[in-house]
């Protein structure tokens, strides 16, 4: 019952989504930027070494979830709007659990955020990314960009108990997304950064949820596409659980 109340606001993300692609189309154009421009030319220069992969397919999962990261993360702004027009106030007055709630709101944004997969291949493929998108492979990269975009969804939600306007969650935002995605394993290897940042990106969400994209899209290892999945799981669902302990407190 709980998971079935939580995917009606999947079914109405949906729904706006199909009414309102904006925001979908036009979050395409800097991964076009990234992969078509930086990637091609990294590509011939070859002054970042990545094995026997190509900088192209390399840098292809890097750029998906910085475009999927984005999107989940300002689903957090829907919230404060919601908050200021009193529409949140009569959401938490439902007869529903708070955690079936963060729940269903963290899913919702991750639906949002998953065109992005799509997006991004249609791009990245036609210009040379060497990615395998049989079936499988790719059903398994669903799962991973879905799970990765619903922990950074709550993490959304929990910014936004604590942001009083629009503007401010913005410049939270930027102030969080650009240096996850820097000191992540997104656009060169963990080797290449130095120390302070190479033990940072073992703790950033980022580095498991790429790494598990390269393994199911580039490398095809299941084991560590697996082990990198239920990293990403396990931080979703903390912080699924962080933002609805105090989703009261945004309409305090």
Known sequence: ????????????????????????????????????????VMSRVRAIPTGSVDYLTFI?????????SFIAMAYGIMLVWERESGILKRVLTLPVSKFTITLGRSLAGAARALTQLFIILLIALPLGAKLDVSPPHLLLAV??????SMGLTALSILMAV?????????????????PLFFASNAIYPIELMPAPLQAFSRVNPLTYIIQALR????????ADCLANLAVTAAFSFALAAAASAVLEKIIE
Do not use: N
């Not at 998971?3 to 979050?27: C, G, I, K, S």
């Not at 199911?216 to 299941?222: E, F, N, R, S, V």
């Open 1 to 40: 019952m709980a998971w079935a109340r939580a995917l009606t606001f999947v079914e109405l993300e949906l729904r706006r989504l199909r009414h309102d692609p904006t925001e979908v189309f036009m979050r395409a154009v800097q991964p076009i930027l990234w992969i078509g421009v930086f990637g091609t």
């Open 60 to 68: 292809t999962p890097g750029v998906l979830m910085q475009s999927t």
């Open 143 to 148: 799962l991973v960009v879905f799970t990765g």
């Open 162 to 178: 604590f942001m009083k306007t629009r503007e401010r969650f913005m410049g939270i935002l930027q102030a969080i997304t650009m």
């Open 215 to 222: 393994d199911a899209l580039i490398y095809g290892d299941y």
